[in-house]
């Protein structure tokens, strides 16, 4: 993931803001930010994340030309955020695509392509079946790139084993904007068990004021 140094993963709270947007366009950022996404395609072959994720950094326009990566999306689209013009481009895009939903309307399933699978769930999704699941069709470890809820969601459920940051040279503020680990804030001494700590496994000065911090969750 890529964070700034006061851990936001978004540069303002509409959807109209965005990281890969923006920070091309932020001088004294945009000099280091090639080092992230030469990073970002050393991560696993499964990637995981949520639709409107995708819908925001503009999977449902029209693009014409798209490149296929050797990666396999796992995409959480309830509401569905993507249409069918997204399901399409992401099809192109990746070796295989899966679609989890709860949403028995959702565009995914009248879809038609080899693929492409749809894996559905009764109102509540159950990431540990989900993860079982995904191990079966060869998903040994597997990057999630989800927005603060869903990172929040994973963390405190026990999913998420490592993290992988790079850390970007700037401080964006904001009470509403998305932070790496969003979610319900804690309010008693009971929620106090649901902080996980982290052990230090590597940091790695990079170029133009960039880090690259690995750690363990504990």
Do not use: C
């Not at 699941?133 to 989800?146: E, N, P, W, Y």
């Amino acid at each position: 993931m890529l964070m700034s140094f006061d851990g936001k993963i978004s540069t303002g709270s509409s959807d109209e803001r965005d990281f890969d947007k923006d920070l091309p366009n932020i001088a004294g950022v945009k000099e280091g930010l090639q080092q992230y996404y030469e990073l970002e395609k050393l991560t696993d072959s499964f990637s995981f994340n949520t639709a409107r994720v995708m819908a925001k950094v503009g999977w449902n326009d029209e693009k014409p030309n798209i490149k296929q990566l050797s990666v396999i999306f796992v995409i959480i689209d309830n509401k569905p955020h993507l249409t069918t013009r997204g399901i399409e481009n992401l099809i192109k895009r990746s070796e295989k695509l899966y679609i989890v939903t709860t949403n028995n309307a959702h565009p995914a399933i009248a879809t038609r392509n080899d693929q492409l699978e749809v894996i559905t769930y009764n109102q509540k999704i159950d990431f540990a079946d989900l993860f079982e699941r995904l191990t079966q069709k060869g998903a040994q470890s597997m990057t999630i790139q989800s927005g603060g809820d869903m990172n929040a969601h994973l963390l405190r459920e026990g999913h998420i084993n490592e993290l992988s940051i790079v850390v970007a040279p700037m401080l964006v503020g904001g009470m509403d904007t998305q932070s790496l680990i969003g979610g319900e804030s804690l309010q008693n001494a009971i929620d106090l068990q649901k902080i996980k700590t982290l052990e230090l496994l590597e940091v790695n000065k990079l170029e133009n004021n960039f880090l690259h911090v690995r750690y363990k969750v504990n």
